[in-house]
């Protein structure tokens, strides 16, 4: 390693080269194990948590090392993540590639001394790219209807309060899970982009703070007081809200699907304006951070109404005012 790793990502303190290679593989290992376990772990009830750590461990691994080397440490972590996950294994190595494709473009954009806004997303794009390609795949090659299947499982599950409870009349599972999957399919766009946006933002969360115990530096994300969004989106915003109402009629059409899919994104992005002008307020202010930090919870406690906050902070200069 040389004393400190070169270039952008870069060691914050400088060890002798005869131990920073010794804690730098000692790590390595504690590091390929968390990633077969946590690999392993997607076999688990726990899934819905560890799904958010997978990425974390490719990334500190691959910036530790040349492509080389990480790949050689990729081997066994298949090896181990197949064999613990029992008849689950292949269906787990697939996912792992799932997983290593947006690691390796983070920890690469990391290594090149990238913002994390840019490395933020690339992960999402790809992402986002490998979710439908996926789906894609699936109804193809399998012919499989995501809806009728995830009809089919809903109602099974509701029959049994169906079954066992006078509160509910004959057929309300078949129409619940019917109408909850009408209401799945018309908002899967939004769901797909949203589940890509958590795991990569936590992915790099993650993975900064564990690259920083580490010794290495990565580049963090603007600053919450900074985030602001263009204001073109106010209009672009009202414009779908209008399209949503005059359309009622046209249900389950494209234009249909996409007005109401755009509008809980952008409702998405003003909840996150919103949350940008607490820490804004909060830094003019000179309030302790933590008061930021309490404000933020009732803005995602309560986001169907909150989001207007950042909508009119993107509409008006709000932030002039308060600091006059």
């Known amino acids: 390693m040389g004393g400190a790793l070169q270039g952008p990502l870069r060691t914050v303190r400088t060890y002798p080269q005869e131990v920073n290679r010794l804690n ?33 461990a490719f990334i ?22 197949y064999f613990l996950s029992g008849s689950w294994g292949p269906a787990i190595v697939t996912l792992a590639f799932f997983f290593l494709v947006p690691s390796i473009a983070m920890g690469h954009l990391y290594k090149k001394g990238s913002s994390a806004k840019s490395a933020v997303t690339a992960g999402f794009v790809i992402i986002l790219a490998q979710v439908l390609l996926e789906l894609l795949l699936f109804s193809a090659l399998y012919n499989i209807d995501l809806k009728a299947e995830l009809t089919a499982q809903l109602a099974n599950n509701l029959k049994q309060f169906e079954t066992t409870s006078d509160l509910f009349p004959a057929g309300w599972a078949v129409d619940t ?4 999957g009408d209401a799945v399919m018309m908002l899967l766009p939004t769901l797909i982009m ?36 263009s204001r073109s989106l106010v209009l672009i915003f009202i414009i779908a809200l ?15 699907i996409a007005v109401i899919n755009l509008v809980p994104i952008l409702e998405i992005a003003f909840l996150v304006q919103a949350i940008g002008f607490v820490f804004f307020l909060a830094d003019a202010k000179k309030w302790p951070r933590a008061v930021s930090l309490l404000l933020c919870i009732p803005l995602l406690l309560f986001y169907p109404r909150t989001f207007l906050i950042g909508l009119l902070d993107a509409a008006f200069p709000l932030r002039k005012y308060f600091v006059k």
């Not at 691994?61 to 090896?79: E, T």
């Not at 790099?204 to 969004?229: C, E, M, N, Y």
């Not at 399209?243 to 494209?254: F, I, K, L, Q, V």
């Open 60 to 81: 500190v691994l691959f910036s530790m090392f040349d492509v080389k080397r990480f790949a050689l440490h990729l081997i066994p972590i298949g090896v181990v993540a």
């Open 177 to 180: 899970a019917r109408a909850f």
């Open 194 to 229: 949203l589940f890509a946006f958590l795991l990569t933002v936590t992915a790099h969360g993650f993975s900064r703070l564990a690259l920083r115990k580490i010794g290495i530096d990565a580049p963090a994300l603007p600053q919450a007081k900074t985030w602001r969004v």
């Open 24 to 56: 730098i593989s000692w790590k390595s290992l504690v590091w390929s194990a968390a990633a077969a376990l946590l690999l392993s772990s997607l076999a688990t009830p726990l899934n819905f948590l560890t799904v958010f750590l997978i990425m974390p």
């Open 242 to 256: 209008i399209a949503s109402y005059a359309m009622s009629e046209d249900r389950g059409g494209y234009w249909w």
